[in-house]
């Protein structure tokens, strides 16, 4: 009976837990990562975060984002479009280019989204 290799299993189970940990945050990081809804245009600036937090669009679509976070203020920063910093209202930008666009809001680090423009109309 050795207990040498124990002792070794031990640090590198700790390594392993860890990296995996990093991992995960690394991707709940960015929820604008996730697989974008089809069919919606409407975003949702709630709970500090984007809801649908990625949506795909034909192009030409108007995306409304509407800010319903009670008395939390928020903003819509992407490139070429953005919105003022309001806790309440909407705020709408035509998608006309394909091409994924991403967006944050600037007060809340976390808080982003994305827009992918397909590159066919319609569907
Ligand atoms: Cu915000």
């Known amino acids: ?14 390594v392993l837990t860890f990296t995996l940990a990093a991992c995960q945050s690394g ?3 960015s929820p604008a990562d996730t697989p974008p809804m089809r069919g919606v245009t409407i975003i ?10 990625a949506i795909e669009v034909p192009p030409g679509t108007e995306v409304t984002w509407r800010f319903v976070d009670g008395s939390v ?3 819509v ?5 953005a919105s003022e910093t309001q806790a309440r209202g ?4 035509r998608f006309e280019q394909a091409g994924e666009y991403h967006y944050t809001c600037d007060l809340h680090a976390g ?6 423009v397909t590159s066919e109309a319609g569907g």
């Open 90 to 93: 909407t705020f709408s930008h």
């Open 111 to 116: 808080m982003d989204g994305r827009v992918v």
């Open 27 to 29: 991707s709940a990081a």
């Open 73 to 75: 203020p928020h903003n």
């Open 77 to 81: 920063k992407g490139d070429g479009f």
């Open 44 to 53: 949702d600036a709630k709970d500090l975060k984007f809801l649908p937090p």
């Open 1 to 14: 009976m050795s207990p040498r290799p124990r002792r070794l299993l031990a640090p590198l189970l700790l």
